[in-house]
């Protein structure tokens, strides 16, 4: 079974600018999560779609931060403007259901440095 | 917020148990606890969660005391492969990340 995929794995940016991630579910699972782990901390929940709808972003800094999954398969996150304190690597799970005795699995992540 | 409360690093002899311990004080009748963890550069893996009883898995054996205020995660026969940063998770609704306990297994 193919598991998470994410692209790219490691991406260096100046902030200000604009940076895309992308996240291919493992096949069938319904709900997909985008978290952010900063360095020397737990991964922190940014979005949990289910499907192609939004269930929770209440962490997702909308300002700068937006998300979406059409079509209930793949899922960007993009980050406009990027500031400093976004460095960090970006790991995108996915579960067959959305609650949590559902196994979440994890991508390898992408880690974003911004200058 | 995290609900759990960890020791910050542990060591383990190779091929000994590994008994990671996890306070949660709080837990309410719903909340399952969860255990994954972190290989370094990976994503989180998940081991092992449990309600009241105590479960055992390919991975790992949790250990959920009657009160359901502690519980311990332990690694039968460690490797170095294990050497990971563990989380204990309790929640209903979803997965929380804390700092998690780091394990170093030393050869």
């Known amino acids: 079974e193919a598991g998470v995929a994410q692209s790219p794995r490691y991406k260096i940016i100046e902030k200000r600018q604009s940076v895309a991630f992308w996240c291919n579910p493992i096949?069938?699972?319904?709900?997909l999560y985008w978290y952010q782990q900063i360095l020397g901390q737990g991964p922190k929940l940014l979005i949990q779609?289910?499907?192609?709808?939004?269930v929770d972003d209440s962490q997702l800094p909308k300002d700068r931060f937006s998300a979406e999954r059409l079509k209930g398969v793949d899922s960007t996150l993009k980050i406009q403007p990027a500031k400093l304190e976004d460095s960090a690597v970006y790991l995108c799970?996915?579960?067959w259901g959305k609650g949590p005795y559902n196994e979440q699995f994890f991508g390898p992540g992408t880690r974003l440095t911004v200058l | 917020d995290a609900k759990t409360t960890q020791p910050t690093s542990m060591d383990c002899a190779e091929g000994r148990a590994a008994n990671l311990p996890c306070n949660h004080s709080?837990?309410?009748?719903?909340?399952?606890v969860y255990w994954y963890r972190q290989i370094h550069s990976q994503g989180p893996q998940y081991i092992i969660h449990?309600?009241?009883n105590n479960e055992t898995n390919e991975m790992a054996s949790l250990i959920i005391t009657e009160d359901r205020k502690s519980s311990t995660l332990i690694l039968p026969h460690a490797t170095l492969r294990d050497t990971a940063v563990y989380y204990c998770?309790?929640?209903?609704?979803?997965?929380?990340f804390g700092k998690g306990t780091r394990l170093h297994i030393l050869p």
């Open positions: 096949s069938g699972h319904a709900t």
């Open positions: 709080t837990i309410s009748g719903n909340e399952y």
């Open positions: 779609f289910q499907n192609n709808g939004v």
């Open positions: 799970a996915s579960s």
């Open positions: 998770i309790v929640r209903e609704d979803k997965i929380i």
């Open positions: 449990g309600l009241k």
